[in-house]
């Protein structure tokens, strides 16, 4: 963990570890402030970067400025970038991959089992891909698996241009992409500490959100025009290209700027038992739990976009491949507005949180209701800003409250339940609307979002003195050290 000089925690970084606001209340205010004075934390930087900590601010906090202060970071910057237009080149792929299964079947089934087949591999494998994340350089990782799913893009790209590709082909090239993601996911979530630091996380987490949802603002609208008039195989290839910017920028990073802690000590590798430990701290940490029981209806139930959108825009608006770019690219931009707003925040705080799940909840069930384009437009636009007020609160909230040696394992169960329960929502959703319709399925899963939401709240309001005392990860751990 990264820390300054002679720091400490106080009793209102305490109190706002999951950003929540407890100044209203006496006993919270009182209880933080002994937790503080108990356990004061010294704060200490790398070796490598004490210069730079004791140096005056350097002309790059200036240009960068709030919104963008993670960018300071070089290493932060070449991610970003790359990523930017690698990702733009996956949103191309989402719609071309759901439009060439329509093309090939027609079939609302068929669309919902691609989608389960890309993240049925996150399901499985993302809890073990989280102790290796833990384990592993996690640069050179990455570099694996965006070269993996390069290849992916490729291959597709191929089959389709040749004129020989059939349904299992998808099928296959899924499961290779939702492969790779399993292992990059939780790797590339726990990595971004280690470019920024805690300082900045908030606000690289914001940037993430917004530069996902700028690539998918851009790629899809490009990529409906290029399905439109250059075919499915246009996007595929242009994808597999987007991948060059991303390993170049990872190649190029300086290891001596990452914002790393020690590794565990060399030990025999126990993936069962590492994997149990972060489970285990996960489901005995309040601040965590929360979290987990929000996200794990939400993700399940509310985040099947590369479903829902292809089937609202055939089968409710009776729309073509163009405005399936522009259905998913108005979520994109709306997502992208509110990260924009969100990176300019130093906290994540309580009322975003359940203020964008609970937004999030209301607008998917309207899309249930409209049968108009434009206002299904609108709608989208507003559901993107929900649904990034709601998870990249959730994301920082929870790294924020899990130790440095557990983030990786952490973030895979977040990975998990964003991701990787899409296998299930996905098949529910495409099933679901076989037997009852696009409007009525997807006003069940809003529903069950709400129930969710419920859920979680109950638990809060039970557990908010816990929750409050394992915000901060750095608090806990002086603690027991203690």
Not at 190 to 206: R, W
Not at 374 to 393: I, K, Q, R
Not at 432 to 455: D, F, Q, R, Y
Not at 461 to 467: A, G, M
Request: proline residues 4%.
């Amino acid at each position: 963990m990264v820390r300054r000089p002679g720091a400490r925690v106080h009793s209102t970084a305490l109190n706002d570890g999951l950003g929540y606001n407890w100044g209203g209340d006496p006993i919270y205010r009182k209880g933080a402030h002994q937790l503080s004075r108990r356990f004061p934390l010294r704060i200490v930087r790398p070796p490598a970067l004490e210069s730079a900590a004791a140096a005056p601010a350097p002309p790059e906090a200036a240009l960068f400025g709030a919104t963008f202060r993670a960018l300071r970071n070089r290493n932060y910057r070449l991610f970003y970038f790359g990523q930017t237009i690698s990702l733009s080149g996956t949103w191309m792929q989402t719609i071309a991959q759901a439009w060439l299964v329509l093309q090939l079947t027609n079939s609302k089934v068929a669309l919902g089992t691609v989608t389960m087949l890309q993240f049925l591999p996150i399901t499985i494998f993302v809890l073990f891909a989280g102790v290796i994340a833990d384990r592993v350089p996690k640069r050179k990782f990455i570099l694996a698996t965006q070269t993996l799913a390069m290849s992916q893009a490729i291959a597709l790209a191929a089959l389709v241009w040749s004129g020989q590709v059939e349904l299992w082909h998808v099928y296959a090239l899924a499961l290779v992409l939702g492969l790779a993601n399993a292992f990059e996911q939780p790797t590339r979530q726990a990595f971004v500490i280690e470019m920024v630091g805690k300082d900045d996380l908030l606000n690289a987490v914001a940037l993430n959100s917004g530069m996902f949802n700028a690539a998918r603002l851009i790629g899809p609208a490009v990529g409906g025009l290029i399905i439109a008039t250059v075919g499915v195989k246009g996007a595929f290839l242009l994808n597999g290209i987007s991948f060059l910017p991303v390993i170049t920028g990872l190649l190029m990073m300086n290891a001596a700027e990452f914002y790393t802690t020690k590794r565990q000590a060399d030990r025999p590798v126990n993936p069962l038992a590492e994997l149990h430990e972060g489970l285990a701290y996960a489901f005995r940490t309040p601040a965590v739990l929360l979290i987990v029981i929000l996200v794990a209806a939400i993700g399940m139930f509310g985040f099947n976009f590369t479903v829902m959108l292809p089937l609202v825009d055939r089968f409710v608006l009776g729309r073509g491949a163009a405005e399936l770019g522009f259905l998913t690219a108005a979520v994109g931009l709306g997502a992208l507005s509110s990260a924009l707003l969100l990176a300019r925040r130093a906290t994540a705080s309580r009322h975003t949180l359940f203020a964008g799940g609970a937004a999030f909840a209301v607008l998917l069930g309207a899309v249930a209701l409209s049968q108009w384009f434009y206002a299904t437009l609108l709608v989208l636009l507003l559901l993107g800003m929900a649904s990034t007020a709601f998870s990249a609160t959730a994301n920082t909230s929870l790294q924020m409250a899990t130790p440095d040696h557990l983030r990786g394992r952490v973030m895979a169960l977040y990975m998990l339940l964003f991701a990787g329960s899409t296998p299930i929502g996905g098949f529910f959703t495409g099933f679901m609307a076989e037997h009852l319709g696009v409007p009525a399925t997807i006003g069940i899963e809003a529903g069950l979002c709400v129930l969710g939401l419920s859920a979680g709240l109950l638990y809060y309001l039970s557990h908010r003195r816990q929750v409050a005392a394992t915000a901060d990860a750095s608090v806990v751990a002086a603690g027991q050290a203690s």
